[in-house]
């Protein structure tokens, strides 16, 4: 029961550190909420807004399209600087600093997930339904891989590949835990303002697509908290100091 309370207790301090990282590192969602509103000034000036039908018609717009690929990469970099951002502050250095990277680890979780992709871009002349088999054993298996990335990403260098093999699925799932269940709600939230937007006066659009761009950078603030919080487990609790100060 006490290792639940503690389980929730660090969802908890995730959910209330997402919140607190506007104040602490406004430019992470902002990362990821400046490119959400570009894309949303493209699609009010296209009339994709105007009923059910422009937004079908116009989804595939290229220039919405171009925005698009540009704000998952925002998003992406957000999350990853966010994360970024509380190793470091809870190691004292500077909030932007790369010094603390274990880019070793990085690149073995990296080649990890490269070796995990080949069968996927190979052409093995198997069933389709035995190279989705191993499309999904070979995605679960590299998950300890991913968790690696992450541990280099915050300056775990004393974690090898063998060890993340042993101890990553539990991190890999106390991170999921710590991210999904709200990333969905934001989801719903997300997806809730783009159809509350139909057929609406200008001005009403415009303050759903500011709300709906600040959904993003939520959506990016949480990822980056649960990355270092889900990974750290107790320890991110437990540096007062350092993370709650």
Same mark, same amino acid.
């Given at each position: 029961?006490?290792?639940? #309370? $503690?389980? %929730? ?34 699609? &009010? ?25 540009? #704000? &998952?990469?925002? %998003?992406?970099? @957000?999350? /990853? ?5 509380? @190793?470091?502050?809870?190691?004292? /250095?500077? =909030?932007?600093?790369?010094?603390? &990277?274990?880019? #070793? ?5 990296? =080649?990890?997930? &490269? ?19 191993? !499309? ?5 298996? !590299? ?13 775990? $260098? ?7 093999? $042993? !101890? =990553?699925?539990?991190? @890999? ?15 719903? +939230? ?7 937007? +139909? ?7 415009? /303050? ?5 761009? +600040?959904?993003? =950078?939520?959506?990016? !603030? ?18 007062? +100091?350092?993370?709650? @100060?």
């Amino acid at each position: 029961m006490s290792r639940l #309370k $503690r389980e %929730l207790g660090g969802l908890g301090a995730t959910l209330r550190d997402s919140v607190r990282l506007w104040a602490l590192a406004p430019l992470v969602p902002l990362i990821a909420v400046l490119p959400e509103l570009a894309q949303h000034a493209v699609e &009010i000036r296209l009339g994709m807004f105007a009923s059910q039908e422009a937004f079908t018609s116009l989804a595939l717009d290229p220039q919405r399209l171009a925005f698009g690929g540009v #704000k &998952i990469a925002a %998003l992406v970099l @957000a999350v /990853l600087a966010g994360a970024r951002f509380w @190793a470091n502050r809870a190691a004292g /250095l500077r =909030g932007w600093s790369l010094a603390g &990277i274990a880019w #070793k680890q990085v690149l073995l979780g990296l =080649g990890v997930q &490269i070796v995990a992709s080949l069968p996927a871009l190979l052409d093995l002349r198997v069933a389709p339904v035995v190279q989705l088999t191993m !499309s999904l054993v070979l995605t679960l298996a !590299s998950l300890p891989g991913l968790v690696l990335m992450v541990g280099g990403l915050l300056g775990d $260098r004393e974690t090898g590949l063998l060890a993340i093999y $042993r !101890s =990553g699925w539990t991190k @890999a799932l106390r991170i999921l835990l710590h991210i999904g269940p709200v990333w969905l709600l934001l989801q719903v +939230l997300h997806r809730a303002d783009h159809i509350a937007a +139909l057929d609406r006066p200008i001005w009403l659009v415009w /303050l759903l697509m500011v709300l709906d761009a +600040l959904v993003v =950078g939520q959506m990016a !603030s949480l990822a980056a908290t649960g990355l270092h919080h889900g990974y750290r487990g107790e320890d991110a609790c437990t540096e007062p +100091l350092n993370l709650y @100060a």
